[in-house]
């Protein structure tokens, strides 16, 4: 059974026009919000500090209404730089403050989050508006008052720290412009292959970037029209992540192997080692300064800012990786040595800051004094060059996004709760409490003492792993209540006790707890692929195309839900987007007699596709990859894959994705509904045109919210069933 609904439909509309198309009224209220209320919040995004100043910038998105809001020490105001009164879905992000603080340079459009490009780099449009979206770089003063300056069309801009100027990358290439806008922008220098990833040195002469040339890279130098653009110990290898010493005199950089050699069995987990080195700028010469064992847990590591490769006082280089089984930062001399381990223990660090003198590093992690604090986030500082961790922050609130201001006495950084949304904060760097910014932005009507405080639940998959999970539960309702699942995406993510870093994430988070208020006991699952709780979590064996080791986790977070004499289990639902719509898919194929019903959002459905064919089929005479390899890869992928489960598949299923989804190819869902119709399987498909993956526009949330909780209310809400 199909229905299609409206791609866009006005709030106060949205439960009338569900209504409509079920057939049915909505079951009678049980809460005392609506979702319009809980997704009313204002999300801080793009928390940037002065270097050289106590300033800070950040973005509020307000019901789709993005702004940029600036702080100045020592009181840290905030005021509002933007006018933008739309919700439009053009992202800024990429924001910087110039180093006499009179400018901050952003960009507006684009897709930040997007796998790949769309076709003739085609920038997301998801309001339908006739006229065709761009991505540009803007700059606006500080002081306030006067309308941005369109700098000219481009992305990743970089802010000269001594000259007023700014370099982006437009076309893969490198552009510049005066931060006043005073002349049009123009190509600063033209180099082979796609050029990006642009630094400044601290004299802002010389511009250090990448050359990604695609099997290899190389990190080049440019400091005028007047002088060839110099490469750094060119190789056969991919280098990136440039870092300038502080006197300029040299930049360290990461090396992995280049794309090539022998190819290995996709079915198993291979090392995928790395490097730091060391280039004089005088003379281009470079030397490996430490080497990453070839391991797996030595492995380049995939978490928030990759190596956060940084260049510290006392001329010590400080980075990221997952030599213990965790990642934590490290700490070596720039002439190499022993990597100093900085933050020991069981738990995972993630977003990471140098102060200004380069001496401290402030982080955020999943540690603390609770035992439950694997499941947030609270904020510490180490020294670069010992192992002397102290906490910032800690408690049952969620601290992340630290940055340290210019004068290096405050931390600033995003803080909420379980009941509390994300707010910019200001703490002092030498420790004492934190204060809040711009707390009259939430609305008067957000239903903070409503929400419920989420019980950290623990259920063991079959083979014995632990899988954390968070218990969204009202105390009053039905002896026995329906339920549903939530899985995230990612997968490298991880769902929290309160809201969550990522805007995606807290909008699940708002939606699990609208549902909860609705007489629903929702259980949110950290599915190993995962982060926070290990390199082998992360990384497991026969996960994903591999074997899907990972499902039965949400499985055994639905045997857990059956067991619970609060739930009726037969009405169990699951819900997720991107790789939540994957595990959504899949239960619903394999486990129809355990999950009722189930809402995938752009999830993936064929697995086949992560399986190279025609790299194996060329290497299968020379590499040792035979016919056989080829095929048992194949059929493990799609044993992996929902596709391969439609026969079994009887729960009814609602489709959700937007046409310009640049991150899970929408054919993903066309096909699916090719497959359901043909087996008979009743789904419902809500199709938002012009949308992409991350949805960019507050209408597009709530369409896909409302659906999602309208459709696991009709479905799985329909009186009480025998025990």
Known sequence: MIRTRPPFVA?????????????????????????????????????????????????????????????????????????????DGQELTNLSLSADGQYLVYVRGGDHGANWPAP????????????????????????????????????????????????????????????????????????????????????????????????????????????????????????????WSPDGKRVAFTRQ????????????????????????????????????????????????????????????????????????????????????????????????????????????????????????????????????????????????????????????????GAQKPPLPMVLPLGGGAGRVLASDRVPVDFPSSQLVIPEPVIVQAPDGTAVHCQLFKTAAGDTRRPAAIFVHGGPPRQMLLGWHYLVYYANAYAVNQYLASRGFIVLSVNYRLGIGYGYTFHNPEHGGARGAAEYQDVLAAGNYLQARSDVDPKRIGIWGGSYGGYLTALALGRNSDVFAAGVDIHGVHDMTNRINIDQLSAAQVGDGITDADVKQALKVAWESSPNAWVSTWKSPVLLIQGDDDRNVQFHQTVDLARRLKAAKVPFEELVIPD????????????????????????????GPTAP
């Open 257 to 416: 192997p280049g794309r090539g050699g022998a190819l290995q069995s996709p079915l198993e987990l291979h090392p995928a080692p790395w490097a730091i080195w060391v280039a004089d700028v005088a003379t281009g010469e470079a030397r490996s300064v430490w080497q990453s064992p070839e391991t797996l847990v030595g492995s380049f590591p995939r978490v928030e800012g990759g190596p956060n490769l940084n260049w510290g006082a006392g001329d010590r280089i400080v980075f990221l990786a997952y030599l213990d089984g965790w990642p934590h930062l490290y700490s070596i001399p720039a002439s190499g040595g022993r990597a100093q381990l900085l933050t020991p223990g069981d738990f995972m660090v993630e977003h990471v800051a140098l102060a200004p003198d380069r001496r401290t590093l402030v982080y955020s992690a999943n540690t603390g004094s609770d035992k439950d604090d694997i499941d947030r986030r609270h904020l510490w500082k180490v020294p670069v060059d010992g192992a002397r961790p102290v906490a910032l922050t800690s408690g049952r609130g969620l601290e992340w996004a630290p940055v340290v201001t210019g004068d290096g006495a405050t931390v600033a950084y995003v803080g909420a």
């Open 11 to 87: 709030a106060l509309t949205l439960l009338a026009c569900f209504v409509v198309l079920s057939g049915r009224a909505p079951v009678a209220a049980q809460a005392s919000f609506t979702l319009p209320q809980i997704l009313g919040y204002p999300y801080p995004t793009e928390l940037v500090a002065s270097d050289t100043r106590p300033q800070l910038a950040w973005v509020f998105t307000e019901r789709g209404v993005r702004n940029i809001w600036i702080a100045e020490g020592p009181d840290y105001r905030p005021r509002r730089l933007t006018d933008y009164q739309k919700d």
């Open 120 to 243: 003739g780099n085609l920038q997301p449009n998801p309001a339908s508006s006739p006229a065709q979206a761009l991505i540009q770089v803007w700059a606006v003063a500080t002081a306030g008052g006067q309308p941005p300056k369109l700098l000219g069309e481009g992305d990743r801009p970089a802010v000269s720290p001594e000259r007023d100027r700014i370099v982006f990358v437009r076309d893969r290439q490198i552009w510049w412009a005066p931060v006043d806008g005073s002349k049009p922008a123009a190509r600063l220098l033209f180099a082979k292959g796609n050029s990006g990833s642009p630094v400044w040195s601290p004299d802002g002469r010389t511009l250090a970037f990448v050359s990604d040339r695609d099997d290899h890279s190389l990190i080049a130098l440019f400091a005028g029209d007047d002088q060839s653009i110099r490469y750094l110990a060119p190789s056969t290898s991919r280098d990136a992540n440039p870092v």
């Open 691 to 718: 949308e992409i993956h991350d949805f960019l526009m507050y209408r597009s949330w709530l369409t896909v919210d409302t659906a999602t909780a309208d459709y696991l209310e009709r479905v799985l809400k329909k």
